[in-house]
């Protein structure tokens, strides 16, 4: 993985989570440079602090990526430094599960919402027009990672409309419905 990664910039959102810092410590491994980003400033200092690496590898940015402007200032402060973005991984969300429809509150419905679907849509306005400058429609050299809850990973992969040739960024759902079916639909 280290040689496919060799000077690829990697943006991890929610770098400071479970989920977030483990992909970060694997990424660390490679010849990747980071950009890591989090809500917590001091949470953020310290995973840089702990993944050991030089300031020309792993660059920080505090923001809130269910904000229109701060994705907006993340992705131009990634670009100003890095000069790309190769690979978008968004770990942000949050799961108030296990309690019945009827007892979780709109408040909460919206929370859900706001951190699964709109930090997604957000990230990937922000960051596919780095991507598609720098050829990743022909060379399928990025990628765009979201990861929710168990079986709702979704990777956004350039393709072609199959009737007019143009190209498209289709999110195909990667979780275990996908694979079983063999057409890329969800299942449900």
Not at 38 to 44: N, V, Y
Not at 67 to 84: N, S
Not at 136 to 161: M, Q, T, Y
Request: hydrophobic share 40%; aromatic share 6%.
């Amino acid at each position: 993985m280290s040689d496919t990664l060799h000077k690829k910039v990697v943006l991890i959102a929610g770098a400071t989570g479970a989920l977030g810092s483990a992909l970060v410590g694997e990424f660390a491994q490679t010849e990747a440079q980071l950009a890591l980003t989090s809500t917590s400033p001091q949470k953020l200092e310290q995973l840089a602090t702990e993944i050991g690496l030089t300031e020309e590898r792993v660059f920080t940015v505090v923001a809130d990526v269910t904000q229109a402007d701060k994705v907006q200032d993340l992705m131009a402060a990634v670009v100003a430094h890095f000069g790309r973005v190769d690979v978008l991984l968004n770990t942000v969300g949050g799961w108030s599960g296990g309690r019945p429809v009827e007892k979780t509150s709109v408040e909460e419905w919206n929370q859900m919402l706001t951190l699964n679907l709109h930090s997604v849509f957000l990230l990937s306005r922000a960051a596919l027009p780095t991507m598609l400058e720098a050829g990743w429609e022909s060379s399928r050299r990025a990628r765009a990672w979201h990861v929710g809850p168990p079986g709702r990973h979704i990777r956004w992969r350039p393709g072609r409309c199959a009737r007019s040739g143009q190209p498209y960024l289709p999110g195909h759902a990667d979780g275990r419905w996908a694979r079983r079916r063999g057409d890329g639909s969800s299942g449900r």
